[in-house]
Nanobody, 120 residues
């Protein structure tokens, strides 16, 4: 059974940094595109970043601030978040699919989410 478990979310001050991790099990990890989505209260779930074997993609608001990476030996994907802003506050979800996509409906597997709160 495929399981994705996120960790690393916490309260951080604006301008600070945070690193989220997502550990995957029950899947051939390097065969999958891994992604991060986020959802703020009252908002739709939105794409943040994705990484395949040879490419990355980011939503415009996080370009230059966030970096997605993966360690296939550890079956783990990371999201390094720098220069955090209050608008980054959301539940962040890890997701997996077989082809690069930027819409939630395109992802087959999801983690439980981890809360990131950025204070002013």
């Amino acid at each position: 059974q495929v399981q994705l478990v996120e960790s690393g979310g916490e309260l951080v001050q604006a301008g600070g940094s945070l690193r989220l991790s997502c550990a995957a099990s029950g899947v051939t990890f390097n065969s999958y595109v891994m992604a991060w989505f986020r959802q703020a209260p009252g908002k739709e779930r939105e794409f943040v970043a994705a990484i395949s074997s040879d490419s990355t993609a980011y939503t415009e608001p996080v370009k230059g601030r966030f970096t997605i990476s993966r360690d296939n030996a550890k079956n783990t994907v990371y999201l390094q978040m720098n220069s955090l802003k209050p608008d980054d506050t959301a539940v962040y979800y890890c997701a997996a699919t077989l082809s690069m996509r930027t819409t939630p409906g395109g992802y087959r597997y999801w983690g439980q989410g981890t809360q990131v709160t950025v204070s002013s």
